[in-house]
């Protein structure tokens, strides 16, 4: 099996740029996920991120996940269970508007940061879709264009917190799926691990790196690249050891945002690649999506 993508994004500025970006082709075409290091946001910064998550979790979620599991009578279960993730989340919202307004247990510090990071990931996501851009040969820009609807792109983040789990066996911290959206960044645990992607069959683990940000491409991307790049079937395996912790930053696009594969790609395809997947409103994708996940 193949290393694991790894790409030292500021290497794109020196000699060796043809490479890092043939290296983010060939992870965008046969893995759906690389792993980024050297991405610009600041080391102190993401061990304050990673220091305000934990606490906020001990604080305020870690108690509601124990009475979550006591009320439902889940310890003594004997059969997996299919319909519920061992994960203890919330889920921010930065644009079109934000709702953080609806957490009032979140500290003021904690507040400030993730709006700090918000806007940070925001930035990457816009760096990263030009980036796709350029090695498929499509206009710069063209991506994110694609993604806005009447009031520009959707995005959010899902901070999550996996526990350690009596009965591994019984549970995913977070099952089997691809992505519905568009390019999703992940800041998480640099020991707990736990997330796997499916390749040519096989789980295999995405690698705990300190201070990296592992990016994974949803469905959309999939759809406008006519299927040239991947959204990958990945999950969390729940551990019996230490919490994880994972923040998912998710740039997908406006939920009246009409999307299609690029005509431009089909144009390039040798024969005329007939175009594999149908027009439609990213809204109504998503209420399909929501009744298939799982």
Known sequence: MASFPVIILEKLNGKERAAIMEQINDACENWGFFELLNHGIPHDFLDNVERLTKEHYKKCMEQRLKELVASKALEGLQAEVTDMDWESTFYLRHLPESNMA????????????????????????????????????????????????????????????????????????????????????LFQDAKVSGLQLLKDGEWIDVPPMRHSIVISLGDQIEVITNGKYKSVEHRMIAQTDGTRMSIASFYD?????????????LEKEAEGKKQVYPTFVFEDYMKLYAGLKF
Not at 129 to 158: I, M, V
Not at 254 to 261: E, F, H, Q, R
């Open 253 to 265: 696009p406006g939920s009246d945002a009409v999307i299609y594969p690029a005509p431009a790609l």
């Open 102 to 185: 609806d957490f009032p247990d979140l500290s003021d510090e904690y507040r400030k940061v993730m709006k700090e990071f918000a806007l940070k990931l925001e930035k990457l996501a816009e760096e990263l879709l030009d980036l796709l851009c350029e090695n498929l040969g499509l206009e710069k820009g063209y991506l994110k264009k694609a993604f806005y609807g009447a009031r520009g792109p959707t995005f959010g983040t899902k901070v999550s917190n996996y526990p350690p789990c009596p009965t591994p066996e019984k549970f995913k911290g977070l099952r089997a799926h691809t992505d519905a959206g568009g390019i999703i960044l």
